[in-house]
């Protein structure tokens, strides 16, 4: 069902039309009507009225008088047709006379008076006087009535019919234009051929063709945005695309182009090529003058017809062109690598040498990766060039290096990090007055990972430092009850670490352990960051804490910088202590080490003993401590920890 809202205006209009004639219609001829009614009706009482004033004087003194028979007087109203009858009753309501004619005028139609006779004298009622009148007159004319206001409805709706053809007419210009507009295209020029039209209509046809011109106007001016848009866009892709697949410093191609070039070749052979200590160059002349060597190395790269990759930081790959063997290909890298290092790059007046490494995937179905680990392979092995062989299992130990650190971040979250104390006995009491803290890995099996398997790759990945504040955690925990001086093993990464110093000096603050722990420090790692340690040990041991070198005997360091640190105890390496007694040079240096740590008044303590003979020895020679398997091995302190 349509809405009316939603009707035609030739609907609307006639609706309306034919809405305001029935209201005001229905108005009028009920208003006409109850006039009408009212004047004909009074019209016939009043003539009933003027009969019954006629006969009424005449009929009072006949009843006053006592004369019974009226008939003759009544003559003259009994005979008028619109009677139909006439009573007369006395006060006692005796019927005088009853006079009714025939009629078939339904009572409703009829028109009924009543009026008392009064005696002439005293006024009294003598009797009643009563004559019903015919209202046929009165029926006549509201039929008359009815029939005159039917043509005029009628009227009305032929009226109503011809007004709405007319107006359809009048509103065709509207429907032929709709059309006209229904089917208008950006760039056609509609034509409005109207047969007939007012005035308004032609100044809608007006709006409608300027309104057209318009649009014709705007419609030029929006392709021809459009198409400085989509030159624009082209352009705006192009320069994306440049940036997605092309390197900004050398403008070579870079990893996501090679990937992309890689996947749809048949050809799986690529080389990594890596600058060799180019950290050293930006160190030295600055991260500007790095790139802009980097700039020349790609430029001469492209000289040398091999299409190179920037593929990040300082290296660069290549792929085998089509029609090339790997043979040649293989040729090719050695020689560019021999051009390079014979070839002069300048900087700032100071000629500079460059020497690379390579890796070399052939016929990989990874080849970067393995590329990749090919280049690992050469730098490890101090070689120019590598080539990926899947048979070594290098790839094969990558991925147990990534189980390994997904195992030791899982033990972290999962608290699996836990820690097992070796006994540090003195060499003139025999009993133990101190304990290492040595960390383990618990598996959900109850077996335990040594240290030697995870540390290395936890400090590859980031973890190294959770794990040492966790093991100071444990470990002063512990010793917080505990009367024993421990000591815990720290790296130059942890204490070059910032926040896991500042850990480790919440815990001692916490635990009140500072004046009994003893941080051990590897010889090797704490000499090359010597200032670093230096401040460190000084901030420590305002706190009460003692330091000692570990392994001291085959490293690189010399008394003066044990002797700057300001160290407590030195751990002699078990490499001298475990062959003491058959290798005489070895027991040569751990005397002159225990020499002068006695000269300084510090301890010594005698790594790696495994036998009585090995403990009489370093006994004997003036060891303070001993630590090994035979003295104590590594076990749990309390249930808590176990």
Known sequence: MIRFNDARLSTKIISTLIFGVVIISSVVTLVTFWIVRDLTMNTQKEKAALLLDTVEPSVAISLFLGIKDMGEKLTSITRIHEVIALQITDTEGKMILDYSRYSAIPPSESIQITKNLIEPSSLKSIGSITLIYSGEEFTQTMNRFYTLYGWIAFGVFVTLWIMLIWINRLLLPIKLIAKKVHNFKPGHLITFN????????????????????????????????????????????????????????????????????????????????????????????????????????????????????????????????????????????????????????????????????????????????????????????????????????????????????????????????????????????????????????????????????????????????????????????????????????????????????????????????????????????GIENFDEVASFIVRMKALGAKFAIDDFGTGYSNYENILKLNVDILKIDGSLIKSINENSRHRIVVEAIIDFAHRIGIDTVAEFVASEEILCTVTEIGITYSQGFYTGKPVFLNNFLA
């Open 194 to 525: 109207i047969p007939y039209a007012q005035r308004e209509f032609t100044q809608i046809i007006h709006a409608f063709e300027r309104m057209q011109q318009s649009v014709v106007e705007y419609s030029l001016k929006l392709q021809s945005i459009n198409t400085d848009l989509e030159m624009k866009v082209s352009e705006q892709t192009r320069e994306a695309l440049h940036h997605l697949y092309y390197d900004n410093l050398t403008s070579l191609p870079n990893r996501l182009k090679l990937q992309e070039d890689l996947s749809g070749s048949s050809c799986s052979t690529v080389a990594i090529l890596n600058i060799d200590d180019f950290k050293e160059i930006n160190d030295f002349f600055g991260i500007d003058t790095g790139d802009w060597l980097l700039g020349q190395i790609g430029r001469w790269l492209q000289e040398m017809k091999l299409s190179p990759y920037r593929i990040g930081g300082d290296e660069f790959a290549f792929r085998l062109k089509e029609g090339t063997s790997p043979e040649q290909f293989r040729h090719d890298i050695e020689n560019l690598l021999s051009l390079l290092s014979e070839k002069l790059f300048m900087i700032a007046e100071e000629t500079v040498h460059i020497r690379a490494t390579v890796g070399i995937a052939i016929e990989s179905e990874k080849p970067l990766i393995h590329a990749d680990i090919a280049l690992n392979q050469a730098r490890v092995l101090g070689q120019p060039v590598s080539i990926y062989d899947h048979s070594e299992g290098i790839e094969a130990q990558y991925q147990v290096n990534i189980a390994m650190s997904a195992q030791i971040r899982q033990a972290l979250v999962e608290h699996r990090i836990v820690c097992q104390y070796q006994p540090i006995v003195s060499c003139i009491s025999g009993k133990i007055e101190k304990f290492e803290t040595l960390v383990r890995i618990r598996n959900e099996d109850g077996t335990l990972i040594a240290p030697n398997d995870f540390l290395p790759i936890a400090q590859k990945t980031k973890l190294y430092h959770h794990i040492t504040q966790e093991v100071v955690y444990q470990a002063c925990t512990l010793f917080s009850t505990r009367d024993e001086q421990f000591s815990i093993n720290l790296s130059s990464s942890d204490i070059l670490d910032q926040h896991t110093v500042t850990t480790i000096e919440n815990i001692l603050h916490q635990t009140g352990t500072a004046n009994r722990v003893i941080f051990e420090i590897l010889e090797s790692e």
